[in-house]
């Protein structure tokens, strides 16, 4: 069993899905998990796939050194004017929710309610090849995988506050042993 950053606070109402040692840039992927967070499942679906259609743009927030600016931007709430459309990183975070909405469904949930509760993106470790330079010169052309993690948790349904029928204002304890002893100062 596999240990998970964080756990649900109701596990009979949660599902997870996990990907590890995945072959896509750690830092993409990170923007693409911030830009879901707190997502409803059916939302998070939807735009991902209006990004890899270039309709909707993911905002660059922490990695953005030269990440160009565009107007779609401005609509996903970036401060800085940064996006991309990272499509490999939108594909497996696509890929992820899908497999953790057939564990919901397999544990009986209702996924209209499911929304994104937990998602976190890792560094795993970074896979070596070579690249030939000048003067029979070799350097290192790393790859950056990541371990990503995600927990669908079905909205629970707010208890409404009962109202109360005495609408008597509220009284200070000073008040209220005044009223006890009969004492009145004026």
């Not at 606070?9 to 996990?18: F, I, M, V, Y």
């Given at each position: 069993?596999?240990?998970?950053?964080?756990e649900p606070?109701?596990?009979?109402?949660?599902?997870?899905?996990?990907g590890s040692e995945l072959r896509v840039h750690f830092k993409n992927t990170r923007e693409t998990a911030m830009a879901l967070r707190a997502r409803t499942l059916v939302d998070a679906k939807k735009y991902l796939e209006e990004v890899i259609e270039h309709r909707r743009a993911i905002p660059f927030h922490r990695f953005c050194g030269g990440v160009g600016r565009t107007a779609?931007?401005?609509n996903e709430g970036s401060t800085n004017g940064q996006a991309r459309w990272p499509k490999?990183?939108?594909?497996?975070?696509?890929g992820l929710l899908k497999n953790a909405e057939s564990n919901a469904e397999v544990k009986g949930l209702d996924v209209d309610s499911l929304f994104i509760s937990h998602i976190q993106v890792n560094q795993a470790q970074k896979q070596r090849r070579r690249t030939?330079?000048?003067h029979g010169?070799?350097?290192?052309?790393?790859?950056?995988?990541?371990?990503?993690e995600v927990v669908l948790s079905e909205k629970e349904e707010g208890v409404k506050k009962q109202a109360d029928d005495s609408l008597a204002p509220k009284?200070?304890?000073k008040q209220t042993a005044r009223i006890k002893t009969g004492s009145t100062s004026a």
């Open positions: 069993m596999v240990k998970y950053a964080k606070d109701n596990p009979t109402k949660s599902c997870k899905a996990r779609q931007a401005k490999k990183s939108c594909e497996f975070m696509l030939y330079r000048a010169r070799i350097n290192p052309y790393m790859s950056a995988p990541c371990h990503v009284m200070t304890r």
